[in-house]
């Protein structure tokens, strides 16, 4: 009975706690990259927490809106021209901002649908999300009609696997992304539930 109850006090307590433990630790983060001189303790004479946390969506807010209009688009664009100038700034900006591209674009397909597919062997199946389909010169090079997918692995889904498959060995499921993001991070213990059938990749 006492194992019963411990356990169970840790399912409640585990989760909040690492939710505490992230969200503090990124607030300290931000809160730590503010200058000394526009600290809340140099403007207001007073600690606040979370005033990293504030500054920075500010400043994307602002960035986005003077970057959605026409001169703020030029600047942004002679900006990014003077990085593609400098050889080891290019390669690291251009591979960034092309990831960055793909799956923040509100019109991306980009982890747009999960699927599942055998990996690492046939017999073995595995979720997937698709992220779109291989490059030209690629695509005209493999023997069939393929997709682009990422296999995620567990309980960590930020690494993973990049496969190009054929289509037809690629089977979309009814569930979103999020949800199957939960049951690949949860390791099989959290089933997801059914959801509308996407629209398949064209």
Not at 129 to 158: M, Q, R, W
Request: charged share 15%.
């Amino acid at each position: 009975m006492l194992k019963r109850f411990f356990i169970t006090g840790l399912l409640i307590w585990v989760p909040l706690g690492i939710t505490y433990w992230v969200l503090s630790t990124i607030v300290k983060t931000l809160d730590g990259i503010i200058p000394p001189h526009m600290s809340p303790q140099a403007l207001f004479g007073l600690e606040i927490p979370g005033f990293g946390l504030l500054a920075v969506v500010l400043v994307v807010l602002i960035t986005g809106a003077f970057g959605a209009n026409l001169l703020g688009r030029r600047l942004v664009d002679l900006w990014e021209g003077l990085l593609a100038r400098i050889p080891l700034v290019r390669s690291i900006y251009s591979s960034v901002k092309q990831v960055s591209d793909t799956i923040l674009a509100p019109n991306g397909q980009a982890f747009r649908q999960a699927v599942l597919v055998q990996y690492p062997r046939q017999g073995v199946w595995t979720i997937a999300f698709v992220t779109g389909k291989p490059g030209h010169e690629i695509e005209n090079k493999l023997p069939a009609d393929c997709v682009s997918i990422y296999v995620p692995t567990t309980p960590n889904p930020t690494s993973g696997f990049f496969l190009m498959l054929p289509r037809t060995e690629v089977i979309p499921l009814s569930i979103g992304v999020d949800a199957a993001l939960k049951y690949v991070v949860s390791m099989g213990t959290v089933p997801p539930s059914a959801q509308p059938k996407p629209k398949a990749d064209k």
